[in-house]
């Protein structure tokens, strides 16, 4: 699903931009209105241009680091050549030259360790988000993106629904032919699963043999037909003489529910009558707004 992962990097602050700015700005006006750096202490405060290259590099790593280095060169060369026309003291190029190394070295390293360090927590997160033996989302995940979806339908009315699925007699099945053929459905359900699931969407792995589907945009037709394909692709790439079936309990945004947790129940309501009318089949969990507010 395309929303702002957990661990996604932070937006800039403002506060990080003006603390930037505010650090160039200094060896800028000191070049410019107070003689140019003709001695070490002057130019060394160029060395200042490093602050904006820690900060860029922290939010936004390799990309960061070299827009705050380029930005850096620029106003380094061009703000002294500019003293120089205006007839200061000339500058020390040496140790300008000697300023420039430093903050190129200083701010492609502060890039390099803001990457691995960003892509060691987004790995570790991921891992803590994904369920080990299908390799798809896990409960964890899929109830922070409900969160967010839930938040967004609530602001602009759009459709939202949440498909609640269950492998049939799944636990006959492990019993009779063994965990690892048990695991082996689970891996193919999830991987059905997967590949029948919008871009813009999410399915994940609730919990045992229960899958989770949350459907932006999707009115009830919609659901429906995407819940029956599921269950078809599914019973067709099972080879063997007894596939397994899947019943499914979909609910619906309604502007009157009162957290995501609501459609997680309706959508295990749902499932439940699918079970009671004999597995295998979709139900919607149906409520009229007029009951739902008398209660």
Request: charged share 20%; aromatic share 10%; net charge neutral.
């Amino acid at each position: 699903m395309s929303v702002v992962w957990h661990f996604a990097r932070p937006k800039i602050p403002g506060r990080a931009l003006l603390i930037s700015v505010l650090a160039l700005t200094v060896p800028v006006a000191q070049t410019l209105w107070f003689g140019g750096p003709s001695d070490q202490p002057d130019a060394l405060l160029w060395l200042l241009a490093l602050i904006p290259a820690f900060l860029l590099a922290y939010y936004r790593g390799w990309r960061g680091a070299s827009t705050a280095l380029a930005l850096g060169m620029v106003l380094l060369t061009g703000t002294n050549l500019i003293a120089v026309w205006l007839g200061h003291w000339p500058a020390s190029w040496s140790m300008l030259l000697w300023v420039t190394v430093v903050l190129a070295a200083v701010a492609l390293a502060a890039g390099w360790l803001s990457e691995l360090l960003h892509r060691q927590r987004a790995a570790a997160e991921r891992l803590a988000l994904t369920d080990d033996l299908t390799g798809i989302w896990n409960r964890r995940r899929a109830r922070m993106v409900l969160e967010q979806a839930f938040a967004r339908s609530r602001g602009s009315d759009q459709g939202l629904a949440v498909v609640m699925f269950d492998i049939d007699r799944f636990k006959s099945f492990n019993d009779l032919q063994g965990h690892a053929a048990g695991d082996s459905r689970l891996r193919m359900f999830a991987e059905t699963l997967s590949r029948t699931t919008r871009k813009p969407d999410l399915s994940a792995r609730y919990g045992g043999e229960e899958f989770l589907s949350i459907l932006c945009f999707c009115d009830e037709d919609g659901a429906v037909a995407f819940a029956e394909r599921v269950r078809a692709e599914f019973f067709a790439a099972q080879a063997d003489e007894a596939p397994l079936t899947v019943c499914a309990g979909i609910a619906l945004y309604r502007r009157w529910l009162g957290s995501p947790n609501d459609l997680l129940i309706e959508a295990d309501r749902a499932l439940y009558e699918a079970k009671q009318a004999g597995r295998d089949c979709v139900r919607v969990f149906k409520t009229s707004e007029p009951e739902r507010q008398a209660g």
